[in-house]
């Protein structure tokens, strides 16, 4: 999922892991760009950190990240803006690809197949964990006239389009963007069905307004997320109704052009995938593009693996047809390599049970 426990601290070593646990199961995408023990083990925190060394920014509240709540966040400086702050800097995502690619190189001479997935937490994301509901002001008459509408959210979709066109004009085809999306898919699920329609559209349409002013060709997938602190998630919903309902979302407004290679769901409660299949039974409202793969998130290793076949079983009969399986969440989140490859194990272990894996299911 694009992160990896801190001992693969190199683009060389995340790499080789990928290829090796999964073998022929893996989807032809690797990962490397946040191999760097720090971002692999607190994801958006180095990013949430270099953000508030901006003298643009005033700290509101200091945390220690023992929990998703106890973390720092800012607010602008009375007549200063985001647009002075090093927003693409601090993002850091063209420089973490940058120093994957001479490992993508050395991969491809055996596996030309091969693509760098990188990880890019939707502006959202990023706004919502740095500035909370501030996030969402959209008008501050103290700022400069250029610098007044949006002003949180604006310049940070400004600086994620920077670094996905740096990073497309260096690698081009050979690039996944992996799109992250926990605070939008924690928003879905909290929220009673009747009422999710429309934050999960306005979802959509902003990612849809992402992507379409990434260039053209270029390759997405969407990685839905509950959230995970310590391997646990945030939520545990009782069915996969949420994370439909934004995946179609994203689906419906997805702009021409950019292809949208992947749609992961997590499910589970950070320890086994629900075996019943009413759970499931929401998959069947899915409506993705034909050539875009599914990927279940249900490979929790510590789920005896009849079980976890149980589930995968239900989840396929209630789609109408084969799925890719993975984590529920980013690899980065286990604290050891052991765990990790154990996550990945049973991930292959499951894509077995289909008659010709290589064709169609995988390992992501």
């Known amino acids: 999922m694009g992160s990896l426990p801190t001992q693969l601290d190199s683009p060389e070593k ?14 032809g995408m690797v990962p490397g760009g946040e191999a760097d023990p720090y971002r692999a083990q607190w994801y958006v925190r180095p990013i949430i950190d270099r953000l508030g060394k901006s003298p643009a920014l005033a700290p509101v509240r200091r945390g220690d990240w023992s929990t998703l709540r106890s973390r ?20 850091g995502y063209a420089e973490e690809a940058g120093r994957a690619m001479d490992a993508l190189v050395d991969m491809r001479r ?3 197949g091969l693509r760098l997935q990188v990880g890019i937490p939707t502006p959202f994301v990023i706004g919502f964990i740095a500035f909370e509901a501030r996030m969402l002001m959209w008008r501050r008459g103290s700022a400069g006239r250029g610098n007044r509408g949006f002003p949180y959210y604006r310049p940070i979709v400004d600086a994620t389009v920077r670094e996905i066109v740096r990073i497309h004009e260096a690698l081009r085809d050979n690039v996944v963007f992996q799109l992250e999306l926990p605070a939008e898919t924690l928003l879905c699920a909290g929220i009673p069905a009747g009422l999710r329609q429309g934050p999960a559209t306005v979802a ?13 060709d270029s ?21 996969t ?5 934004l995946a179609n979302a994203i689906a419906r407004y997805w702009p021409a052009g950019r292809r949208l290679d992947f749609v992961h769901l997590p499910i589970g409660d950070g320890r086994q995938a629900p075996v019943r299949p009413r759970y499931y039974a929401p998959l069947a409202r899915l409506e993705l593009p034909a050539t875009t793969r599914v990927i279940a998130g249900l490979a929790h290793p510590t789920q005896p693996l009849a079980q976890a076949r149980q589930g995968l079983a239900a989840a396929e009969s209630a789609y109408g047809g084969l799925l890719d399986v993975a984590a529920p969440c980013g690899l980065g989140r286990y604290t050891t390599v052991e765990r990790a490859r154990s996550a990945v194990a049973h991930a292959v272990a499951l894509a077995e049970t289909d008659p010709s894996p290589t064709s169609d299911g995988g390992w992501e």
Not at 73 to 90: H, N, Q, V
Not at 241 to 245: C, F, K, N, R, S
């Open 72 to 91: 720092d966040t800012f607010r602008l400086r009375a007549g200063r803006s985001l647009g002075e702050a090093e927003i693409d800097a601090a993002l």
């Open 241 to 245: 109704a949420p994370v439909v309902a």
């Open 204 to 216: 959509g349409r902003a990612i849809a307004r992402l992507v379409a002013r990434a260039p053209h």
């Open 219 to 239: 390759r997405f997938g969407v990685h839905l997320c509950y959230g995970s602190l310590d391997d646990k998630p945030v939520v545990a919903p009782r069915s």
């Open 110 to 112: 055996t596996d030309p």
């Open 14 to 27: 995340a790499m080789a892991f990928a290829v090796d646990t999964a073998g022929e199961f893996l989807d």
